[in-house]
Structure formats: structure tokens, C-alpha cells
């Protein structure tokens, strides 16, 4: 585990302090759940735009030519 010292807006760490206090947990654990949500929205973000940049619209559209053209069912709709 390592320790850091950062610098806070006092508004922002009254923030985070409430935030804290309100789920039942320290501030150190609320800091480091929300720096790896950040980091797992991150890591999200690039997947995504990783698959997306393998995509190709031909395929696509090969495939949404495969499937039959028929109306929803009554369960399927909006």
C-alpha cells in the first residue's frame, strides 16, 4: 500500500468527507473506491474504442441482411 498527500479544495473534502460518513466508510477508502471507478471507466472507455475501431460497416450490414424482415412481436414492441 503507499501513502500520497494531496492538496483539496475545502469544499471538496467537506464533500467528501459527508460522502464518506454517509456510507459508512473512511475518506481513505471513499478516495480509493472513486480513483478505481475513474480508472475502471478509463480502462472502459479505451476497450470501447478499441473494439469499435475494429469494426467494419460492411460486415454490418451483411449481417443485419441476414435476418428476416418481419414485424416485431406483439411482446416487442414499443
Do not use: C
Request: proline letters at 3%.
Amino acid at each position: 500500500m503507499s501513502t500520497i498527500s494531496i492538496r483539496l479544495p475545502e469544499s471538496l473534502h467537506d464533500g467528501i468527507r459527508e460522502a464518506a460518513r454517509r456510507e459508512g466508510i473512511s475518506i481513505n477508502q471513499f478516495i480509493a473506491s472513486a480513483a478505481g471507478e475513474k480508472l475502471a471507466a478509463w480502462a472502459t472507455e479505451e476497450y470501447l474504442a478499441a473494439r469499435a475501431r475494429r469494426g467494419d460497416r460492411g460486415k454490418f450490414e451483411a449481417a443485419l441482411n441476414r435476418v428476416a424482415d418481419r414485424a416485431p412481436e406483439s411482446d416487442d414492441t414499443i
